[in-house]
C-alpha cells in the first residue's frame, strides 16, 4: 500500500473514534478470490459500494535485461489486475444503483518509462488505460471513473530511491516544489474526486507531483 503503516484493526479503531462505522477486511489483491471477497462483505456490511479506491501497490527494481518472470508476475498481478478486477466486481454494484465513484492510483510512470522498473512502469500505463476505458462505457451511467497520479512520495515504496543520494539529489532538483510529496498531500486530490464537485470529470488522471511533469 501507498505510505501506510497503519494496521486495518488499528484504522478501524481510530474510525470508530470519531464516528465513522467500519469494517477492516484484509486480503492479497493478486488472489481474484480475495478482490471478490473483500467486495461482497463491504455490500454485506453497508449494503453498497459508494467510493473505490484502488491504492494496492508493490515495487521490485532490477535492470530490465535481467527483470524476472517472478517479479514481473507479482506486479502485474497486484498493480495492475486487481485494479481491473475491483473495479469489475465493485462497479457492477455501482451500475445496479447508476451512481459510484472510482478512484485509481496510478503514476508518474502512467506517462513515464522510468529507470529499472519495467514492470511497474507498464502496470501503471495499464491504469491509465482501464481508467480511461471504463470511463468511456460508464459515464454515461452515473458512475464516475478517474485516477490520481501521485508525483515522488515520501513512502515505503520510495525508501530505496531516497536512500541513493545521487537519485534523491537529482529528483528533488526537478521538482520545482522542492520536496518530496506526502502522503496526506494526496487527500484533497482523492476527497475532490469522491465527491459531486467531480460529477462532470470522467477518465481524468490528476497529476499530484510538486510540479514533476512541468519540467
Not at 494496492?56 to 535481467?66: F, L
Not at 480511461?132 to 458512475?143: H, I
Not at 482523492?190 to 497529476?207: K, P, Q, R, T
Given at each position: 500500500?501507498?505510505?501506510?503503516?497503519s494496521?486495518?484493526?488499528?484504522?478501524e479503531?481510530k474510525?470508530?473514534?470519531?464516528?465513522?462505522?467500519?469494517?477492516?477486511?484484509?486480503?492479497?489483491?493478486a488472489?481474484?478470490?480475495?478482490?471478490?471477497r473483500?467486495?461482497?462483505?463491504?455490500?454485506?456490511?453497508f449494503?453498497?459500494?459508494?467510493?473505490?479506491?484502488?491504492?494496492?501497490?508493490i515495487?521490485r527494481?532490477?535492470?530490465?535485461?535481467e527483470?524476472?518472470?517472478?517479479?514481473?508476475?507479482?506486479?502485474?498481478?497486484?498493480?495492475?489486475?486487481s485494479?481491473f478486477?475491483?473495479?469489475?466486481?465493485?462497479?457492477r454494484?455501482?451500475?445496479?444503483?447508476?451512481?459510484?465513484?472510482?478512484?485509481?492510483?496510478?503514476s508518474?510512470?502512467?506517462?513515464?518509462?522510468?529507470i529499472?522498473?519495467p514492470?511497474?512502469?507498464a502496470?501503471k500505463?495499464?491504469?491509465?488505460?482501464?481508467?480511461?476505458?471504463?470511463?468511456?462505457?460508464?459515464?454515461?451511467?452515473?458512475?464516475?471513473?478517474?485516477?490520481?497520479?501521485?508525483?515522488?512520495?515520501a513512502?515505503?515504496?520510495?525508501?530505496?530511491l531516497?536512500?541513493?543520494?545521487?537519485?534523491?539529489?537529482?529528483?528533488?532538483?526537478?521538482?520545482?516544489a522542492?520536496?518530496w510529496?506526502?502522503?496526506?498531500?494526496?487527500?484533497?486530490?482523492?476527497?475532490?474526486?469522491?465527491?459531486?464537485?467531480?460529477?462532470y470529470?470522467?477518465?481524468?488522471?490528476?497529476?499530484?507531483?510538486?510540479?514533476?511533469?512541468?519540467?
Amino acid at each position: 500500500m501507498h505510505g501506510s503503516r497503519s494496521t486495518p484493526k488499528a484504522t478501524e479503531q481510530k474510525l470508530h473514534a470519531i464516528g465513522v462505522e467500519s469494517i477492516a477486511l484484509v486480503g492479497d489483491v493478486a488472489d481474484p478470490a480475495v478482490c471478490a471477497r473483500l467486495v461482497d462483505e463491504t455490500v454485506k456490511h453497508f449494503g453498497a459500494i459508494d467510493i473505490l479506491v484502488n491504492n494496492a501497490g508493490i515495487i521490485r527494481r532490477a535492470p530490465a535485461a535481467e527483470y524476472s518472470e517472478e517479479d514481473w508476475r507479482a506486479l502485474i498481478d497486484v498493480n495492475l489486475s486487481s485494479v481491473f478486477r475491483l473495479m469489475q466486481l465493485a462497479g457492477r454494484h455501482m451500475l445496479q444503483r447508476g451512481s459510484g465513484k472510482i478512484i485509481n492510483i496510478a503514476s508518474l510512470l502512467t506517462f513515464q518509462g522510468g529507470i529499472l522498473v519495467p514492470a511497474y512502469a507498464a502496470a501503471k500505463g495499464g491504469v491509465g488505460q482501464l481508467t480511461k476505458a471504463f470511463a468511456n462505457e460508464w459515464a454515461s451511467k452515473g458512475v464516475n471513473v478517474n485516477a490520481i497520479a501521485p508525483g515522488y512520495m515520501a513512502t515505503d515504496n520510495t525508501e530505496a530511491l531516497q536512500k541513493n543520494p545521487e537519485r534523491a539529489r537529482q529528483i528533488l532538483e526537478r521538482i520545482p516544489a522542492g520536496r518530496w510529496g506526502k502522503p496526506e498531500d494526496l487527500a484533497g486530490a482523492a476527497v475532490f474526486l469522491a465527491s459531486s464537485a467531480s460529477d462532470y470529470i470522467h477518465g481524468h488522471i490528476l497529476v499530484v507531483d510538486g510540479g514533476w511533469l512541468n519540467r
